[in-house]
C-alpha cells in the first residue's frame, strides 16, 4: 500500500526550493536505561513536529485500517497517487476559514489564510501550517521531474508542488480535494488532527550544547533549546554571560509530553546527564554560567525537584558528596542564538546518554 516509484528527498522546506528551480512544470497530477525508564525502547520514540502534533510515520497495518473508510475515489487519489478532474473537487472554491486536513490520517496540512485562487482547478496553497507535515519525494513519472507532495504521517497523495506560487515563498501546492477534509474554523478537530499538549521543564547543568543533545535522545521530549536563566539584567547574550558579569546560567528548555514521560523522570534523566557536585564548573567548563540548576516551571515541579535532590542526597552515591545544584523558582528564559542551537547535531557530534 502506497508504495511509489520514487526517492523521497525530505520534508518541504528551503530544499524543495532548490530543488524546483531546475523542474520543468508540466500537467498538474498523475541509550540504555535503568530504574522504571529501562522499559523504553526504540518502539516508543516518537517524532513530533514544531506545531506539537505526532508525525511518526504509521504502520502499515494502521494505514490499511484508515484506508477502510475512503470511497473508490478517495482511494484512487491517495493510495495509488491518481489525479482528480480539474475544477471537479468540492474544496476549490471553497472560501471558508479553516483547516484542511489528511482526508486519510487527519493530520493538519493547510489553513485558509494559505490558500489562494490559482486558476489550474485544484485547491492551492503557498504554504502548509507545518514544514515537516508534508513530505516531498521526487516524481519522475510521466517523462518529467517534479516534485510530489504527500502526507508525512501517513504517505498518503496529495498532490504536487511547483515554483510558480505567490510570495511570501514562491511556491503553489496543489492538491486533489478528495485528499483533504476540511474543517471550518471553530468546529473541533478529530483526536488524531489535535496537537498534543505539552508541558516545560529547565535545567542548567554546564554547557548547554551537551544538556541539550541528551534530552533531545529522549523518548517524549519534542525539543529542547540552549538559552540563559537565572541572571540579574533583563537581556542576554553568549559574550555577556561568558563574563560572568550576568550572573545568567547557561540552561536548557525541555517541551516534553507528559503521556510519554513525566518531569519526574527527566529529573533522574538530568541527574545522570551531569555532576551536580561540582559548583559552578562542570568539567573543564568554569564559572558560575557553567552552575547546576532546575528551574521549576510551576509550584508542582518545584516541590517535586526539592523532594527528589533530598532524597538523592540520602543515597549510597552521594552520602559523602554534596549536591550543590540549585532548585529555583521559574526566572526569564533567554533563547540563545541560532549557533547555539542544535549545535551537536550540525557538526556531527552526540552525547552518549548514561548505560547506569
Given amino acids: 500500500m502506497l508504495m511509489k516509484n520514487a526517492v523521497r528527498v525530505g520534508v518541504i522546506g528551503a530544499v524543495v526550493v532548490g530543488t524546483l528551480m531546475g523542474i520543468a512544470m508540466g500537467p498538474l497530477d498523475g541509550g540504555a536505561k535503568d ?36 470511497t473508490e475515489e478517495e482511494a484512487r487519489v491517495i493510495l495509488k497517487s491518481g489525479t482528480e478532474q480539474a475544477f471537479c473537487g468540492t474544496l476549490v472554491d471553497n472560501k471558508k476559514d479553516g483547516k484542511y486536513l489528511c482526508r486519510l490520517c487527519d493530520l493538519p496540512l493547510f489553513e485558509s ?82 496537537a498534543i499538549e505539552t508541558k516545560r521543564a529547565y535545567f542548567a547543568g554546564g554547557c548547554f550544547w551537551g544538556i541539550e543533545d541528551a534530552f533531545e535522545q529522549i523518548p517524549g521530549v519534542l525539543s529542547a533549546a540552549s538559552g540563559y536563566q537565572g541572571g540579574k539584567s533583563e537581556t542576554a547574550g553568549y559574550k555577556q554571560v561568558c563574563s560572568g558579569s550576568t550572573g545568567h546560567a547557561e540552561s536548557v528548555e525541555v517541551v516534553f509530553d507528559e503521556s510519554k514521560i513525566s518531569y519526574d523522570e527527566l529529573l533522574e534523566w538530568f541527574f545522570k546527564i551531569h555532576n551536580p557536585t561540582q559548583g559552578d564548573r562542570q568539567g573543564p567548563d568554569v ?63 552526540s552525547c552518549a546518554l548514561p548505560s547506569d
Fill in 35 to 70: 530504574g522504571g525508564l529501562s522499559e523504553r525502547n526504540e518502539q516508543m520514540k516518537s517524532e513530533y513536529s514544531a506545531s506539537g502534533h505526532d508525525i511518526s510515520r504509521l504502520s502499515d497495518e494502521r494505514i490499511e485500517a484508515l484506508a477502510s473508510k475512503l
Fill in 113 to 194: 489564510g494559505a490558500k489562494f485562487t490559482s486558476g489550474t482547478g485544484w485547491p492551492s496553497f503557498f504554504q502548509p501550517i507545518d514544514e515537516s507535515h508534508v513530505a516531498q519525494i521526487e516524481d519522475n513519472s510521466l517523462g518529467m521531474r517534479r516534485v510530489e507532495i504527500e502526507c508525512q504521517r501517513c504517505g498518503g497523495h496529495l498532490g504536487h508542488v511547483f515554483s510558480d506560487g505567490p510570495a511570501p515563498t514562491g511556491l503553489r501546492f496543489c492538491l486533489n480535494s478528495v485528499s483533504l477534509s476540511f474543517f471550518e474554523e471553530g468546529e473541533e478537530l478529530p483526536e488524531m488532527g489535535r
Fill in 287 to 349: 564559572g558560575s554560567q557553567y552552575r547546576s540548576v532546575v528551574f521549576a516551571s510551576d509550584d508542582e515541579q518545584l516541590k517535586k525537584a526539592r523532594a527528589y535532590v533530598d532524597q538523592l542526597q540520602r543515597s549510597e552515591k552521594y552520602r559523602d558528596r554534596k549536591i550543590t545544584t540549585e532548585i529555583s523558582a521559574m526566572a526569564p528564559f533567554y533563547r540563545a542564538e541560532e549557533y547555539h542551537q542544535d549545535y551537536h547535531a550540525k557538526h556531527g557530534g
